[in-house]
């Protein structure tokens, strides 16, 4: 069964920064894309970054230079950080994973962790 479980979200003042993480189970880690997508009130989920088994990194244009993200295929670990936040970054952060690549509709999700920035 796989799991991904979300941590590290919180309230943060804007130009702070976040380390979000995520533990996945189950699954052959190194051959699954990973990305970090966000929801917020009255708008569309959206893809923020992604990564592949190999490390390749795609970004929103929105979070270009401001978010990293990485894997640690050994620990079956994907991390974003978070810097500069602006309020409109506040959103529930969800982790995903696909075979191969992610797209827009991943396979596997986590329950989310909340990142609230105040101005």
């Known amino acids: 069964q796989v799991q991904l479980v979300e941590s590290g979200g919180g309230l943060v003042q804007a130009g702070g920064s976040l380390r979000l993480s995520c533990a996945a189970s189950g699954l052959a880690f190194s051959a699954f894309g990973m990305g970090w997508f966000r929801r917020s009130p009255g708008k569309e989920r959206e893809l923020v970054a992604a990564?592949?088994?190999?490390?390749?990194?795609n970004y929103a244009d929105s979070v270009k230079g401001r978010f990293t993200i990485s894997r640690d295929n050994a620990k079956m670990m994907v991390y974003l950080q978070v810097n500069s936040l602006k309020p409109e970054d506040t959103a529930v952060y969800y982790c995903?994973?696909?075979?191969?690549?992610?797209?827009?509709?991943?396979?596997?999700w986590g329950q989310g962790t909340q990142v609230t920035v105040s101005s």
């Open positions: 995903a994973a696909q075979y191969g690549v992610v797209t827009t509709t991943p396979r596997y």
């Open positions: 990564i592949t088994g190999g490390g390749s990194t």
